[in-house]
């Protein structure tokens, strides 16, 4: 996968996933095939964050005063925002922002939210496009000025205990989503310098793609009482004092369906976990003259008792060789293709080929237990991709003992580096400097040993990779 890059791009375009072509840099449409992997997602997600989450929505546009109301985080922001000044041939009197995330649009409103403890925990979310004047070499999915998948959640809490439960819950189920989606992570808290602008601390979910470098796929901050302070969001006690709130915030956008597309595929094309495959089974009639009507028949009814049973099923009757359907599916990343032909009609059997393993059988067509047969594999599919892909995962995590052994790896192998740290800031810079890579964060507190750089004890086990 040393052509990661460009494999990438060819199958977002061949397996028609999204069109690059659009005339706006980092902006790009969403085919009806990635559409449907995008929106499958996206109901995994909801489905995990109804639980105790309500979705909602808030304009995307913002007014200026109210961006730059808190410092810290319009100063992380300036670069990359989006204005409005004009509604037609009227200039605006007040520029408005397209929102690069939503703190500025919600928190205003908020203090007409919450009144009394009682309104307390609040958990929000929305799924919208964000924009961010991103100036590093934009990607598809990967690094975009119009974040179109973009989930925030705002929490709101009475005290800092339950904004930092709600951190840990939000870790809980981001590694759900995560896990179901069969895309390893590693969970670090961001280094004090790379945290997200206005927040406490960070959070983030890194992922590793083929080419060694890795992937931000998610991050959860606490926001302690700072927005509050600034937006003035506070609840009366029980008895009767106002305090400020504490709130948390956590994000996830497109590349997510980057990392499914990334990690899973192969030189075949994607491979998609059954979860979100726009087609989790396709059927190929093998079709002679003679037989041809009976077969088209038999897959007829095949493909309607497996559409009543939920699955997502197609049948291609197209007039087209087996092997130009074989390649197609193949390369769309269909889990399970079912093959039958006059000989398995009689015998009752039916030619699996599973997308995962490549691999051919012969198994017994059991009208009764058909279901239960496609499901058991269609499960046995994703445990497989999930395993493969911690599998690869856990090979590219190096430990370190020294700052050239580091340097070495990221040089030669790329992938993550784990290595003991002192936890200083300055310390940390250099040792970035030195290896030319960012810290992800530290995922560990470190019991005994020195710091790889500055050779005082070390307090925490950090990772260090090639980034996005
Ligand atoms: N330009 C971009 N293209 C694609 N995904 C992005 C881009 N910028 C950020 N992301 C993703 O969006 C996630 C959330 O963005 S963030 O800035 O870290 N956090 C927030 O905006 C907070 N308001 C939490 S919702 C990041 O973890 C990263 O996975
Ligand atoms: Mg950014
Ligand atoms: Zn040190």
Request: charged share 30%; glycine share 6%.
């Amino acid at each position: 996968m040393s052509k990661f890059s460009e494999w990438f791009h060819n199958i977002l375009e061949e397996a028609e996933i999204i069109d690059t072509r659009y005339p706006i840099k980092g902006m790009h449409v969403w085919q009806p095939q990635g559409f449907k992997i995008r929106k499958h997602t996206l109901s995994l997600l909801r489905e995990l964050l109804d639980e105790d989450h309500d979705e909602v929505l808030f304009p995307l546009l913002i007014p200026e005063d109210e961006l730059a109301k808190e410092a810290i985080h319009v100063k992380g922001f300036e670069e990359e925002v989006y204005w409005i000044t004009h509604g037609g041939l009227t200039p605006l009197n007040k520029k408005l922002a397209l929102r690069p995330t939503s703190e500025t649009a919600m928190y205003p409103m908020f203090p007409l939210w919450v009144r009394s403890h009682t309104d307390l925990p609040m958990r929000f979310y929305q799924v919208v496009n964000t924009f961010r004047y991103e100036t590093k070499h934009t990607r598809p999915l990967i690094r975009v000025r119009e974040i179109t998948t973009f989930k925030e959640a705002h929490t709101i809490h009475t005290d800092s205990e339950g904004a930092r439960q709600q951190v840990e819950r939000a870790i809980e189920i981001y590694s759900s989503f995560f896990d179901q989606l069969g895309i390893p992570y590693v969970v670090t808290r961001r280094p004090e310098w790379d945290k997200f602008p206005g927040a406490d601390y960070t959070m983030a979910f890194d992922t590793l793609l083929p080419d060694g470098k890795t992937l931000q796929i998610g991050t959860v901050h606490n926001l302690g009482q700072t927005f509050a302070r600034t937006f003035d969001i506070t609840y009366e006690t029980a008895e009767g004092e106002h305090e400020y709130v504490y709130q948390t915030c956590y994000g996830l956008s497109d590349r997510v369906i980057a990392s499914i597309i990334g990690i899973h595929g192969d030189s075949s094309g994607l491979k998609l976990p059954p979860i979100v495959a726009p087609y989790q089974v396709v059927i190929i009639p093998v079709l002679f003259k003679k037989t041809a009507q009976e077969v088209l028949d038999f897959c007829k009814q095949l493909q309607n008792k497996i559409k009543k049973a939920g699955l997502r099923v197609h049948l291609d009757d197209r007039d087209l060789r087996a092997g130009k359907k074989y390649y197609e599916w193949e390369m769309r990343g269909v889990p399970l293709r079912l093959e039958i032909g006059p000989r398995d009609i009689e015998n009752k059997k039916m030619v699996t080929l599973r997308r995962d393993t490549m691999e051919k059988e012969i198994v017994d067509y059991r009208e009764d237990a058909l279901i239960n047969d496609l499901n058991m594999i269609l499960d046995d599919i994703a445990r497989n991709l999930k395993e493969k892909a911690w599998e690869n995962f856990q090979e590219n995590i190096h430990p370190a003992k020294t700052l050239e052994d580091a340097k070495n790896i990221i040089t030669n192998e790329k992938g993550i580096v784990s290595f003991s740290w002192c936890g200083d800031e300055a310390c940390g810079i250099e040792i970035e400097e030195y290896v030319t890579v960012d810290i992800l964060g530290v995922n560990e507190e470190a019991t005994e040993g020195k710091c790889i750089n500055c050779g005082k004890n070390a307090q925490h086990v950090a990772l260090l990779a090639k980034t996005y």
